[in-house]
C-alpha cells in the first residue's frame, strides 16, 4: 500500500501492479493541478516540481 508522504494525494493504487496515480498539491500554497500523474512505487519514488502559482520548489514522496 502507497502512502503519500509530501507533496500529493493518492487517488489510485493498483497492488498487484505495483502502480499508483497520484495528484500533485503544493504544500506552500494548496494549489491542486489538473493533471494526474501515474508511477510504479516499490520502496520510495521521490521528484520534485515547481508550483505555477507561488513558484516553490516542491519535494513529492510516496513509500510503497
Same mark, same amino acid.
Given at each position: 500500500m502507497a502512502t503519500a508522504i509530501k507533496g500529493c494525494i493518492i487517488l489510485e493504487e493498483d497492488e498487484k501492479r505495483g502502480r499508483m496515480t497520484y495528484e500533485r498539491? &503544493? *504544500? #506552500? &500554497?494548496?494549489?491542486?493541478? *489538473? #493533471?494526474v500523474h501515474t508511477g510504479l512505487v516499490k520502496n520510495i519514488y521521490r521528484t520534485s516540481y515547481y508550483c505555477p502559482k507561488c513558484k516553490a520548489k516542491q519535494e513529492i514522496e510516496i513509500r510503497g
Amino acid at each position: 500500500m502507497a502512502t503519500a508522504i509530501k507533496g500529493c494525494i493518492i487517488l489510485e493504487e493498483d497492488e498487484k501492479r505495483g502502480r499508483m496515480t497520484y495528484e500533485r498539491v &503544493c *504544500d #506552500k &500554497c494548496g494549489y491542486h493541478f *489538473d #493533471k494526474v500523474h501515474t508511477g510504479l512505487v516499490k520502496n520510495i519514488y521521490r521528484t520534485s516540481y515547481y508550483c505555477p502559482k507561488c513558484k516553490a520548489k516542491q519535494e513529492i514522496e510516496i513509500r510503497g
